[in-house]
């Protein structure tokens, strides 16, 4: 009889301690990770994104957003950084990549990295603090990166379509894909908040601008007078040509975004959306005041320590890569 019952309870004994250890992932996560075996780790991040970003402030932006298509698909592991091959396509060459930039700028700190610690530090760690940096060298917010993450092995388009969400998703599609990433609506409308920095291709919102439901109309979401101002600078056969994020202040990471999203002037569906639930438009209505910058400040901090721990690998699990770009 005792028998009988042994193996059920190791199995799930088994679970228990799987499910721990699984959970206590991102708990591995801790600040100064490298200090005895790459101890000038973060001051070669510091230098060589300060160098980048001095000369192109556009890049914080680009490599926050990096940061983020890498948490969002397969967890922090460093996987958007990787290369097609003959035999996959990888995330980074995924419609919604569309043009991610600045992956020069991982692998001259990539490079930097190595000459000092070789095989040491993990793209992924590098990647999660390149974006701190990156947002610190324009003025914005300051977060803690806990390290030790390491990279994944795999990086497949289809990953990333499944996993981010696209432009035109209405607020209970973004609230769900948040929520699979255990990101709560509050996450949702704070990190929404990184449109305050940046640019977009005309091809992201200007099905908002013509023909939106097949009567040649706009959305009627979008303030009528920011309708004609878009569509000076998005001429139907112009997709690729890109507006700033936030006209006029997209290096400053400040409130404006929920400024514009108020006055029906964020520039994808998404943004227009936080208007549509309770929560995500009480935020936006009361950080679309000065007074709501320190606080938006805070949050957007907390909120990326949260989604720079989202699925990562430890310890043993997957791999130093040697080349950002390439596995191992
Ligand atoms: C809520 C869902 C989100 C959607 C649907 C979304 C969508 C987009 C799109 C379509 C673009 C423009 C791409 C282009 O046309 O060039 C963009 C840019 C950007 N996104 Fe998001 N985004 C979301 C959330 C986030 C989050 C969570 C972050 C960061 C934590 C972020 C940071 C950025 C930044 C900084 C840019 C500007 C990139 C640049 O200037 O290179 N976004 N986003
Ligand atoms: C980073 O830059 C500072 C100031 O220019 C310099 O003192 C320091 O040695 C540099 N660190 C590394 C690791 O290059
Ligand atoms: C990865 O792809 C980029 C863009 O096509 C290219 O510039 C880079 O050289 C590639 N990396 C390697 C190691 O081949
Ligand atoms: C895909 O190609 C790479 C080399 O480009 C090779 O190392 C890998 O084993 C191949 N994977 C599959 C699943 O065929
Ligand atoms: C990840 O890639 C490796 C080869 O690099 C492959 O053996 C493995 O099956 C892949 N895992 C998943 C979950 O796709
Ligand atoms: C959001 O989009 C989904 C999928 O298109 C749809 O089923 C749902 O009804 C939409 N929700 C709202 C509130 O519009
Ligand atoms: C979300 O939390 C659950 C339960 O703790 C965990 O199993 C799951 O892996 C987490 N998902 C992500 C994306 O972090
Ligand atoms: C607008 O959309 C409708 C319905 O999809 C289509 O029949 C029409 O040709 C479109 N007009 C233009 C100018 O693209
Ligand atoms: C920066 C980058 O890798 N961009 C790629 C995004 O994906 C398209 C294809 O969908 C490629 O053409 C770009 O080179």
Redesign the pocket.
């Known amino acids: 009889m005792a028998n009988h019952n042994i193996i059920p309870k190791l199995v799930s004994t088994f679970f228990v301690v799987f499910v721990l250890v699984q959970q206590a992932n991102a708990q591995n996560l801790k600040e100064g990770y490298y200090c005895k075996t790459c101890p000038s780790f973060e001051s070669i991040v510091a230098n060589v994104t300060a160098r980048y970003v001095g000369h192109v402030p556009?890049f914080a932006?680009?490599l926050?957003?990096m940061?983020?298509h890498d948490c969002f698909v397969r967890g922090c592991d460093g996987s958007v950084l990787i290369n097609s091959t003959r035999n996959n396509t990888a995330e980074r060459d995924a419609i919604?990549n569309?043009?991610?930039?600045?992956f020069e700028v991982i692998d001259a700190v990539k490079s930097a990295v190595e000459k000092a610690c070789p095989r040491t530090v993990s793209c992924a760690d590098i990647l999660a603090l390149v974006a701190r940096d990156a947002v610190k060298v324009i003025g914005g917010p300051y977060w803690p990166v806990p390290l030790g993450r390491k990279d994944g092995r795999n990086s497949t388009e289809l990953d990333a379509l499944i996993n981010?969400?696209?432009?035109f998703?209405n607020v209970t599609q973004?609230i769900a894909?948040?929520n699979a990433k255990n990101l709560t609506v509050k996450d949702?409308v704070v990190?929404?908040g990184?449109?305050t920095?940046?640019?977009?291709?005309c091809?992201?919102?200007s099905s908002r601008l013509y023909n939106f439901t097949g009567i040649g109309d706009s959305d009627p979401a979008l303030d009528p007078s920011f309708v004609r101002t878009l569509k000076r600078s998005c001429p139907p056969p112009r997709p690729n040509n890109?507006v700033e994020?936030d006209s006029k202040s997209?290096t400053n990471f400040d409130i404006d975004y929920y400024k514009n999203v108020v006055r029906n002037r964020g520039l994808?569906q998404?943004d227009a959306e936080l208007l549509n639930n309770k929560v995500t438009k009480a935020y936006v209505q009361s950080h679309a005041v000065s007074s709501g910058q320190s606080s938006f400040l805070q949050d957007f901090a907390a909120s990326?320590v949260k989604?720079g721990k989202m699925e990562v690998l430890t310890g043993s699990a997957g791999e130093i890569r040697r080349i950002c770009s390439v596995i191992n």
């Open positions: 556009g932006a680009s926050l957003r940061h983020f919604p569309l043009s991610l930039r600045g981010l969400p696209p432009p998703a973004l894909a948040f949702l990190l929404s990184s449109h920095i940046g640019i977009s291709h091809s992201s919102f890109v994020m997209s994808f998404t990326m989604m």
